[in-house]
């Protein structure tokens, strides 16, 4: 099974920023950063169940070498992203999505 991957505009607006301050003010990496994110979103359409919930129906993937989280919910014909978060802000911003 491998669900579509469907971005709510938050969680796009967060990755594309997250992905332009990485290539800005981190040499470059923001190719890296992104590629990470896809690999934990290329798992997660595979094998949705793969990542712990954390809040409801909800599941939190880290990504690896980066302190973000990408927190989605599996439905049955896609997976939703509903936050690509900074592992450090308070976790109400992204509940309050739900």
């Known amino acids: 099974?491998?669900?579509?991957?469907?971005?709510?505009?938050?969680?796009?607006?967060?990755?594309?920023?997250?992905?332009?301050?990485?290539?800005?003010?981190?040499?470059?990496?923001?190719?890296?950063f992104a590629a990470a994110v896809r690999q934990v979103l290329?798992?997660?359409?595979?094998q949705p169940d793969f990542y712990g919930q954390v809040y409801e129906d909800?599941?939190?993937?880290?990504?690896?070498?980066?302190r973000y989280c990408v927190y989605y919910r599996a439905e049955p014909n896609q997976l939703v992203v509903l936050a690509v978060f900074h592992a450090a802000p308070d976790p109400i911003v992204w509940q309050a999505r739900v």
Do not use: K, N
């Open 42 to 46: 290329e798992r997660a359409r595979t």
């Open 58 to 66: 909800i599941r939190q993937a880290i990504v690896p070498g980066y």
């Open 1 to 32: 099974m491998r669900l579509a991957v469907v971005f709510r505009l938050a969680a796009r607006q967060e990755f594309d920023a997250a992905s332009a301050w990485y290539e800005e003010c981190r040499r470059g990496r923001g190719a890296h």
